[in-house]
């Protein structure tokens, strides 16, 4: 049997992606990367392709720059979630002056709040919950930091949720997700939020808040403020983006820090931690 | 005699070694902390208070022996023992990461 070869363009990219026999991707890809043009384009040998996933018995397999070995999922929900991993990266590289963090970003009326990655801190729910709330997400996930003020930057893919929900959900936000599912398999599911609740692609904003998640069961809630020191070294772990000097990167953080209030946010459910930042952040 | 860095990664500080801080180390304060940057590798390192403490005496060339009797005035009640192998770890932590240089 011919092998379908496409060479499909993300835009913003600026190397093409080889599906192989794996155009059955593409529904997932057009969904979740909401804002992104994507088309198909003919082979160009000065733009090699950056990417490859082919559709094997074992599932579609992906090959690129970032990865040591490939990578197989056989569920197509978990490979294209895995996908924008590298395409994030792909990004990354053709913007080598951004910095990127780890993280989630919701604005609020005060401004862009950044909640950086902390292992099952929650922040996806968090961010959807405050989305809910009258918050407008940025990133659940990574938050490109532009060079010209260091502004935030939107890279409208939608967010994704770990399932199950946790239990204690209000059924006001379980309807609002329910209302918005996605692409989703036993694990994971993206939520479409519209152009009110998600920041388009490109859409940039001062970061004003950095607040550091910490969920634990039957913790009172309390927003607390935080030294700079220690919110610097945790975006540095956060910043996945190492093209430029370190010393220029540990300058930017610390710009981005010095101008914003820093919090450590202990919770235990979300309606505390939604309350408590809309107090604080409008 | 110059400093000197060095590239085996096992090398124990000796105490009548000289150190000082590498020249080339960046180094940013934020409040109460200090990170130090490479530009050889951009590698980022974050100094806790009783790191910052030899950072600072790493400011002029240092023997370990002298280090060590500094850090033992400002924690009397620990045990010189003690001060000497957790200054050591650090000296050749430092040592390691070519954050300091030493010479005989």
């Given at each position: 049997?011919?092998?379908?070869?496409?060479?499909?363009?993300?835009?913003?990219?600026?190397?093409?992606?080889?599906?192989?026999?794996?155009?059955?991707?593409?529904?997932?890809?057009?969904?979740?990367?909401?804002?992104?043009?994507?088309?198909?384009?003919?082979?160009?040998?000065?733009?090699?392709?950056?990417?490859?996933?082919?559709?094997?018995?074992?599932?579609?397999?992906?090959?690129?720059?970032?990865?040591?070995?490939?990578?197989?999922?056989?569920?197509?929900?978990?490979?294209?979630?895995?996908?924008?991993?590298?395409?994030?990266?792909?990004?990354?590289?053709?913007?080598?002056?951004?910095?990127?963090?780890?993280?989630?970003?919701?604005?609020?009326?005060?401004?862009?709040?950044?909640?950086?990655?902390?292992?099952?801190?929650?922040?996806?729910?968090?961010?959807?919950?405050?989305?809910?709330?009258?918050?407008?997400?940025?990133?659940?996930?990574?938050?490109?930091?532009?060079?010209?003020?260091?502004?935030?930057?939107?890279?409208?893919?939608?967010?994704?949720?770990?399932?199950?929900?946790?239990?204690?959900?209000?059924?006001?936000?379980?309807?609002?997700?329910?209302?918005?599912?996605?692409?989703?398999?036993?694990?994971?599911?993206?939520?479409?939020?519209?152009?009110?609740?998600?920041?388009?692609?490109?859409?940039?904003?001062?970061?004003?808040?950095?607040?550091?998640?910490?969920?634990?069961?039957?913790?009172?809630?309390?927003?607390?403020?935080?030294?700079?020191?220690?919110?610097?070294?945790?975006?540095?772990?956060?910043?996945?983006?190492?093209?430029?000097?370190?010393?220029?990167?540990?300058?930017?953080?610390?710009?981005?820090?010095?101008?914003?209030?820093?919090?450590?946010?202990?919770?235990?459910?979300?309606?505390?931690?939604?309350?408590?930042?809309?107090?604080?952040?409008? | 005699?110059?400093p000197s860095s060095s590239k085996k990664?096992?090398e124990?500080?000796?105490?009548?070694?000289?150190?000082v801080?590498n020249p080339k180390?960046?180094?940013?304060?934020?409040?109460?902390?200090?990170?130090?940057?490479?530009?050889d590798?951009?590698?980022?390192?974050?100094?806790?208070?009783?790191?910052?403490?030899?950072?600072?005496?790493?400011?002029?060339?240092?023997?370990?022996?002298?280090?060590?009797?500094?850090?033992?005035?400002?924690?009397?009640?620990?045990?010189?023992?003690?001060?000497?192998?957790?200054?050591?770890?650090?000296?050749?932590?430092?040592h390691r990461r070519h954050l300091v240089l030493t010479g005989?």
């Open positions: 049997m011919l092998a379908s070869v496409d060479h499909i363009n993300f835009a913003g990219l600026a190397h093409p992606v080889a599906f192989i026999n794996s155009e059955s991707l593409y529904p997932y890809l057009q969904t979740i990367m909401r804002d992104w043009v994507i088309n198909r384009i003919e082979p160009d040998d000065a733009r090699p392709p950056v990417i490859t996933i082919q559709k094997t018995e074992a599932g579609f397999e992906r090959r690129s720059n970032w990865l040591s070995n490939p990578a197989v999922f056989s569920d197509p929900v978990d490979a294209a979630c895995d996908m924008i991993v590298d395409l994030i990266h792909a990004y990354v590289a053709n913007h080598k002056d951004m910095l990127c963090l780890h993280c989630a970003a919701v604005e609020f009326n005060q401004g862009l709040v950044v909640f950086p990655n902390a292992y099952r801190a929650g922040k996806s729910t968090l961010s959807l919950k405050l989305v809910e709330s009258g918050g407008r997400l940025f990133t659940d996930d990574v938050l490109p930091i532009s060079n010209q003020g260091d502004a935030g930057l939107a890279l409208g893919i939608l967010p994704r949720l770990r399932l199950p929900l946790p239990d204690q959900i209000s059924s006001n936000f379980a309807k609002f997700v329910e209302n918005r599912c996605g692409s989703q398999n036993d694990r994971y599911l993206y939520v479409r939020l519209d152009l009110s609740d998600q920041a388009a692609l490109g859409t940039t904003a001062p970061i004003r808040g950095i607040t550091i998640l910490q969920r634990e069961k039957n913790a009172e809630p309390q927003l607390s403020e935080i030294k700079k020191s220690t919110v610097v070294k945790d975006m540095i772990l956060r910043n996945f983006a190492r093209q430029k000097p370190g010393l220029e990167i540990v300058d930017r953080l610390y710009s981005i820090v010095e101008k914003a209030a820093c919090y450590r946010l202990q919770y235990d459910n979300l309606e505390q931690a939604s309350n408590l930042l809309k107090e604080v952040f409008g | 005699m110059i990664k096992k124990i500080c000796k105490e009548n070694s000289i150190y801080r180390i960046a180094q940013r304060r934020v409040d109460d902390s200090v990170f130090l940057i490479d530009p590798t951009d590698r980022v390192f974050y100094l806790d208070a009783l790191s910052f403490g030899i950072w600072n005496l790493l400011e002029k060339p240092i023997r370990m022996n002298d280090a060590v009797n500094i850090v033992q005035q400002a924690f009397p009640g620990t045990s010189s023992g003690k001060i000497a192998r957790d200054v050591s770890t650090l000296m050749n932590r430092m005989a």
